[in-house]
Nanobody, 118 residues
Framework: QVQLVESGGGLVQPGGSLRLSCAAS????????MGWYRQAPGQQRELVAV???????NYADSVKGRFTISRDGPKNTVYLQMNSLKPEDTAVYYC????????????WGQGTQVTVSS
């Protein structure tokens, strides 16, 4: 089993910055993909950024140039540095862990609220 503990969400003004973190614990496979998804009220959950255990990363077009995903391998932790935040970034952000092993299901954190408002 894998547990995901998220932190760093909160209220921030437009143009401000926030850093989310997600620590994975339990039976962590050495090859994996971790990242962040978000869901605003009435909308579908969408991918924000992901990073592999090989340090390959991908971003949604809406956050490119503003958000940076990074990984601390020994801590099994992924971070999302969010800069130049906009009101449209307001959503519940969910941490995701995908084992690099055939037949294994994804794991999800409970979600953390990010609100961008003046």
């Amino acid at each position: 089993q894998v547990q995901l503990v998220e932190s760093g969400g909160g209220l921030v003004q437009p143009g401000g910055s926030l850093r989310l973190s997600c620590a994975a614990s339990g039976s962590i496979f050495s090859i994996y993909r971790m990242g962040w998804y978000r869901q605003a009220p009435g909308q579908q959950r969408e991918l924000v950024a992901v990073i592999t255990s090989g340090d390959n990363s991908n971003y949604a077009d809406s956050v490119k140039g503003r958000f940076t995903i990074s990984r601390d391998g020994p801590k099994n932790t992924v971070y999302l540095q969010m800069n130049s935040l906009k009101p449209e970034d307001t959503a519940v952000y969910y941490c995701n862990y995908r084992p690099g092993l055939f037949g294994k299901a994804d794991y999800w954190g409970q979600g953390t609220q990010v609100t961008v408002s003046s």
